[in-house]
């Protein structure tokens, strides 16, 4: 395949995947920002979504779209609610101490797992796509289903970023942001806004298991990658900041799709790595967090 | 929209399947050591000690079943628990093994290396069993094999792996249900070269199962006039695979894809994207769709291409009285399928190897007169399967006629190779045993006991 083609598929691929990053370590990074809470379950939520999906699939039958609708909409209402429960029954009684809620989201992380496979069973299940179209270019084709996934996942960013900036909520998410204390003082519900925080940034990982679904299959093991993914994203772009974390998950994401596909996706995994090591070693912080 | 129902979980069915004989089978034994009991002594016609030589040699022979009941090789496990549940219920219905009661104990191993060596170990020191088998994936077997050869566990796997013939293992590691990687790939690449083209682009697990494939089917194919031009591994845990096909030249005459694990159907949905209907020749190894059915959406592009089967799927490939025997016990359909769910698709071209060998374990412990995991007993099973040299095709070797070489522990079948016509698979060769056979590369019987 010549240089042109295969910049364009690498381009795709990494557009793809720097999408569904965005969404799940945007969730991440505003659980951190907000709560000070290293959500190590972050990545079952994502898992939560797929399963969710693909049982939301079984329900409707042949409905392909319908199926769809109420998976993108079901999954990540069902997603947050187990998440408002998991903050009050565990973060909260934890006092949200960052040492305590590392070792407490580490346990939810093997519950929200195992509970999965008791119920879900060990198999993958493949869900199909809303669209089955495919793009043909002279060279390859391309699945037009990706395309779908990076305009709701663009749309759901923006969404997002419209919420935190330009709503009462987001106003009120970033005042206990900056400073808990005087929140509380000026009578900002702190407790219902880790709440509403800690269920948003699972909804935004259940999102994007749901678009990933019918391209990869729903697994009870799959968490794990967007995990470590998002921590990697997480980092780099500097914990807490929003603007860093999006930034981040495109430059991971797209460098990862254009080395993988010219080089070998190991390579993109070890540059990525190392990156994160020169980030640590040199700003602590992330590229756009606070100086540490 | 075909995909949702086709792997629903039944574990809860399985593990119901599991302990049920258990208590069958303790029951039974209870009664069959009461009744010897009640019937020496009531009859008085029997010298008092035969009691206790009926009473031990009625306990019933405990089979470790390794079982890949969760990780990436679930849906495997459940078919070879299926298969080995079925041929030990049969084996007790016709009497046992030696006239002695069979009991299956299954214990997960994650389908994880290190797991399966706590498995083996938890077999030897809790389970107290007499022999272990049933493991498929290729590193959980590298894992566990030296910590049954420490523990002098008889231990007989259904991997397909060459690690067994290699030399690689131990004195004490059998694959006497399954042929070896070697064996398939060596059979196939003659019909390969000769039926689809010589310019070959590999895609394999990178792991060691995959270098199997890679090692000797490259030597396979140069020995045809043909020739590996790339190679592309992809790592265990892969779950998005376009970003490989761009490696694949436009020149290759052959795609030859291999791929185990939960990402299978994306791997091959992601070939028929990018490729369309225009793609190279396509020779897979069933592994890549095993449990799949051909007529998900996004396969209609394999439509002419060729698989390797070690067992034809469908019915028609391969119709003998043992297969329709084997397919009735093992609750399988003549598309593959279970009986019980049409859409839940069965591993066909593996899961055999739990049933055959569940009857060479049969064979062996008759002919040796093993009664107990004792050192010495044990030393007499493991020679007696080294003495084996050839199974029949019968009701207990139904995927056909095998020779075994004792000196690498190893079977040899005949393998199939299939097209896919109209959404299923059609058998167009079958191998002769010859044509995968190779020369020994270890001889375990000069190994200590």
Not at chain 1, 37 to 48: Q, R
Request: hydrophobic letters at 45%.
């Amino acid at each position: 395949m010549s240089l042109g083609p295969h910049l364009l598929l690498a381009f795709l691929e990494g557009s793809v995947s720097a999408f569904v990053l965005a969404l799940t370590a945007l969730g991440l990074s505003l659980v951190f920002g907000v709560m000070r809470v290293v959500n190590v379950a972050h990545g079952e939520f994502f898992m939560l979504g797929a399963v969710l999906a693909s049982a939301f699939a079984g329900l409707t039958g042949d409905h392909t779209t319908f199926g769809f609708l109420l998976a993108i909409i079901g999954s990540p209402l069902i997603v947050g609610a187990i998440a408002v429960a998991a903050d009050r029954l565990v973060l909260r009684r934890l006092d949200y101490q960052p040492e305590a809620t590392i070792v407490a989201t580490i346990g939810l992380l093997y519950i929200i797992q195992q509970a999965t496979l008791m119920t879900y069973g060990p198999d993958a299940h493949s869900v199909a796509p809303l669209i089955n179209f495919h793009l043909r270019f002279p060279w390859f084709g391309y699945s037009g289903y990706k395309l779908v996934v990076m305009a709701v996942a663009a749309l759901l960013l923006l969404a997002t970023w419209y919420g935190i900036t330009r709503t009462k909520f987001g106003l009120i998410m970033r005042a206990t942001q900056f400073d808990r204390e005087t929140a509380t003082a000026f009578g900002v519900p702190v407790d219902r806004v880790y709440a509403a925080v800690f269920a948003l940034g699972a909804m935004l990982a259940a999102v994007a298991g749901v678009l990933i679904v019918p391209i990869r299959q729903a697994h009870y093991l799959m968490g794990l990658d967007p995990l470590l993914q998002s921590f990697i994203v997480v980092i780099i772009g500097g914990l807490g900041s929003l603007r860093g974390t999006l930034i981040a998950a495109f430059i991971i994401g797209i460098s990862d799709g254009m080395i993988s596909v010219f080089f070998a996706p190991t390579l993109g995994k070890i540059l990525a790595t190392l990156l994160v090591a020169l980030v640590l070693v040199w700003r602590p912080g992330g590229l756009f967090g606070a100086k540490a | 929209m075909t995909g949702k129902k086709q792997q629903k979980p039944s574990l809860p069915k399985t593990s119901a399947l599991i302990e049920r004989p258990k208590l069958i089978t303790r029951r039974r034994a209870l009664q069959g050591i009461g009744a010897a009991a009640g019937l020496a002594a009531g009859t008085g016609l029997m010298p008092g000690f035969t009691r206790y030589i009926q009473a031990s040699s009625s306990e019933p022979i405990k089979l470790g079943f390794q079982a890949h009941r969760t990780g990436i090789g679930a849906t495997y496990g459940r078919w070879y628990e299926q298969v080995s549940t079925a041929a030990v219920k049969l084996i007790n219905e016709s009497g046992g093994i030696a006239g002695r009661q069979v009991q299956m104990i299954a214990e997960d191993d994650g389908t994880d290396p290190k797991r399966g060596a706590e498995v083996v170990e938890k077999f030897a020191t809790e389970h107290k069993v007499d022999i272990v088998f049933g493991t498929l994936f290729s590193h959980v077997v590298i894992g566990s094999a030296p910590r049954a050869g420490e523990l002098k566990m008889p231990y007989f796997v259904v991997s397909e792996g060459h690690h067994v013939a290699s030399g690689k293992l131990n004195r004490y590691v059998f694959q006497p249900g399954i042929t070896d990687v070697r064996a398939q790939v060596s059979s196939m690449a003659p019909w390969i070269s000769q039926n689809l083209g010589k310019k070959v682009t590999m895609i394999f697990p990178d792991y060691a199962f995959g270098y199997d494939h890679r090692d000797y089917f490259s030597a396979a194919i140069e020995k045809q006039g043909g020739k590996v031009t790339t190679l592309l591994p992809i790592p265990a845990t892969e779950s998005s695979f376009t970003k490989y096909f761009p490696q694949i030249p436009t020149d290759t005459d052959v795609i030859y894809h291999v791929m185990v694990g939960p990402g299978v159907l994306t791997f091959v949905k992601e070939m028929g994207e990018f490729y369309g209907s225009s793609h190279p020749q396509l020779f897979g190894f069933i592994d890549s769709l095993e449990a799949v059915d051909f007529a998900s959406p996004g396969l209609e592009f394999l439509e002419g291409s060729h698989f390797w089967e070690a067992y034809p799927r469908y019915a028609d490939g391969h119709p003998t009285e043992f297969d329709k025997f084997y397919r009735s016990k093992v609750g399988v359909d003549d598309n593959g399928a279970s009986i019980a769910n049409p859409k839940e698709i069965s591993t066909y071209s593996h899961m055999f190897g739990c049933w055959e060998t569940l009857y060479v374990i049969k064979q062996a412990i008759e002919q040796s007169g093993y009664q107990s995991p004792t050192p010495a007993d044990k030393a007499k099973l493991v020679e007696a399967v080294e003495s084996m040299t050839s199974f029949a095709e019968s009701n207990e070797h139904p995927q056909g006629d095998k020779t075994f070489v004792g000196r690498i522990h190893q079977c040899f079948g005949h393998q199939y190779i299939s097209q896919v016509e109209k959404g299923r698979l059609k058998v167009v060769h079958r191998t002769e045993i010859a044509d995968g056979t190779y020369e020994p590369e270890t001889d375990y019987t000069t190994k200590p006991l």
